[in-house]
């Protein structure tokens, strides 16, 4: 008789990254949305972590927009050549838009009326297709890829709605747009730049003005202003255009407004803020690994300086800028996306901007996890070679979220598993020869006490334990530093009382290594530790048996003890029984193995060797599930 009963669950954590690219970052007053993968993170500004992931997409995410007048509403478009209508609200996916032949590179959406959703789409096929709700109403091909648009409907400044697009020629492209016809018309064609255009952004003045901003891959950013003007007004100096209607022709001018440079690489976005009606900002992000917000001198007057308001930004790391940035002005928030991945958080308070709690995940594989014995943290591994810790932060109003406190090894491969010793130290292999064993420093572990209440006073109490590391230049190991005065950058270790940064976790959350263990002829693949901690099994990569060994190492003395041999192939999952009496193992040959500990020592010997099943998938002691 098969029983069932059911459980409740709650997701508790979610940690992802943000894909690479410039337009997969939005946000509205309440939530900051964010592609990580196929699917869309909705991150709580409220309660301090991503809650919800949406998925409909089949392949990587290009693109997150809320749609411009209605922030409950959200566009994305992905690699697998869809773009989708989602509701922040009930999670539901309103309308999947079809038609392109390739990659969507971005998506743009807005409400007409309370039925009708204008949507746009450009793709790698050179095309841009438009949407009313789900109907394709008309398409425009163009020579070359757009990498940003967006559509002003305003009819103080025009009577029709305007399409305006920039890319890779160097160019802004005005489209007049007919609601009733569905007819598209090129107005004008605004040049400036010197290198492909990344981003666009757009500004309705109280003056009935459109600020048109601009960043480009030539390090600048182009402000324009277009207004309506009359046939004696027109200025020669300046270009001027034409909007057709059934009724009339309205004229209208392009005015540069200024040119702001500042940054040192390519400008990856631009996006407006209203301060006052008398003073706009504009935030732009950069790969030179800073963000900009300028300020205008008057909205209404042409001519003054802009100024730099605010620098921020990324120090040291191995890190290339950021990839895009989103403003929130109702929280007083800004927000940059980093090319590995994680999202910077600033927040202005009296006047003084102050980094907040970042959103940062693992930007490639998580390849194994693992909980520290008592389950106070846990561990994690991926192929972006770095591994990462996560906890709770237990904030004075007794909440809690959990986040990443620390960062203990970034290496220069990728990591391909990892298992607990004890409460503070880990042993990892990577796609190397080498095993590496890590302990926690004095510095980590007063961190983890202040902001996770965890008892430390075993570590802490350590005459050896170092009080930070760090990674020699040009160096793999993390080398033990047991003062503060030892450190030779200017990014000094300290304990923290909140979530670190993101340039904390970088450069001053990394464990000290212990031990390397050699033995290995190819890169490590699997390994396990028994339950006291004195012995790791690992296994590496092999073609031949005579590679496919099972290596026990002595954790105290950093030595081998010996091979258990039985595979023909790679070692792809070890585990150890309970009570530390067998060893499991399963392999890419199709079978699995049984070892036993031998009375005389810490070695085992085989006692069980299966027949070759299909590729097995999922392994636990004592219950193997082959893959059906």
Request: proline share 2%; hydrophobic share 35%.
């Amino acid at each position: 008789m098969k029983m069932t009963q059911d459980i409740d669950y709650s997701i508790e954590y979610i940690n992802v990254s943000s894909n690479r690219y410039s337009h997969c970052l939005d946000a509205n007053k309440e939530l900051i949305c964010f592609g990580t993968k196929h699917s869309i993170a909705l991150y709580c500004l409220q309660r301090l972590k991503v809650f919800k992931l949406l998925n409909g997409h089949k392949n990587r995410v290009n693109s997150v927009k809320v749609v411009t007048n209605n922030s409950d509403l959200l566009i994305s478009s992905s690699a697998d050549k869809t773009s989708m209508i989602w509701h922040l609200k009930t999670y539901e996916i309103l309308y999947k838009l079809l038609g392109h032949k390739e990659s969507i590179i971005l998506s743009y959406c807005l409400q007409l009326d309370d039925k009708s959703l204008l949507s746009l789409s450009s793709s790698t096929d050179k095309s841009i297709k438009i949407w009313i709700n789900d109907k394709q109403i008309n398409e425009l091909t163009v020579n070359n890829f757009i990498f940003d648009l967006k559509v002003c409907k305003n009819v103080n400044i025009f009577d029709d709605i305007i399409l305006i697009t920039v890319g890779a020629n160097e160019t802004i492209n005005l489209y007049q747009f007919n609601e009733s016809s569905y007819q598209i018309n090129c107005l004008i064609e605004i040049k400036g730049h010197e290198d492909w255009i990344r981003s666009i952004d757009i500004f309705e003045t109280i003056n009935n003005r459109l600020m048109i901003a601009t960043s480009s891959q030539d390090c600048f950013i182009r402000v324009h202003q277009i207004y309506k003007i009359d046939e004696k007004q027109s200025d020669i100096n300046h270009l001027t255009f034409s909007l057709q209607t059934k009724d009339y022709q309205q004229n209208y001018q392009v005015q540069l407004e200024t040119i702001l440079a500042g940054h040192e690489g390519w400008v990856s976005q631009v996006c407006w803020q209203c301060v006052s009606q008398d003073k706009l900002q504009l935030l732009s992000s950069s790969m030179d690994k800073t963000m900009i917000l300028w300020e205008s001198p008057n909205n209404e007057s042409l001519g003054d300086l802009w100024t730099e308001n605010l620098r921020v930004g990324e120090i040291g790391g191995n890190t290339l800028g950021f990839l895009g940035c989103v403003s929130i002005p109702a929280l007083n928030l800004i927000v940059g996306h980093s090319f590995n991945g994680a999202l910077h958080i600033w927040k202005c308070s009296d006047n003084e901007w102050k980094p907040c709690v970042p959103i940062s995940g693992h930007f490639d594989e998580v390849t194994d996890i693992c909980w520290e014995p008592k389950g106070e943290y846990l561990l994690s591994c991926s192929s972006d070679e770095t591994t990462r810790l996560h906890s709770v932060w237990v904030k004075d109003n007794n909440t809690i979220s959990w986040h990443e406190l620390a960062r203990p090894q970034i290496h220069g491969y990728a990591i391909k598993c990892i298992a607990m010793i004890d409460r503070h130290s880990f042993v990892s292999g990577a796609d190397e020869k080498v095993l590496r064993l890590f302990k926690a420093t004095k510095c980590f572990s007063n961190s983890l006490k202040l902001i996770s209440s965890v008892d430390n006073t075993d570590v802490l109490n350590e005459c050896d334990v170092a009080y930070s590391a760090t990674v020699p230049t040009l160096g793999l190991s993390n080398t033990a530093v047991y003062s503060a005065e030892e450190v030779e950058h200017d990014f000094k270790p300290t304990t923290l009382e909140v979530p670190p940064t993101e340039e904390t976790l970088l450069q001053n959350t990394l464990w000290p290594e212990i031990h390397k263990l050699y033995g290995h002829v190819f890169e490590i693949f699997s390994l396990a530790i028994n339950s006291n901690g004195t012995v790791i099994a690992s296994a590496s990569k092999a073609t031949k048996a005579e590679h496919a060994d099972i290596i026990l190492w002595d954790t105290i003395n950093a030595k081998q003890i010996c091979k258990l041999s039985s595979h023909q192939l790679t070692v792809t999952r070890i585990r150890f029984s309970r009570d530390d009496r067998y060893i499991l193992s399963v392999s890419r040959d199709r079978t699995w193995t049984l070892f036993e500990k031998q009375s005389d020592g810490d070695c085992y010997r085989r006692i069980g060797h299966s027949l070759k099943h299909n590729e097995i998938k999922v392994l636990y002691f004592g219950q193997l599930i082959p893959n059906k």
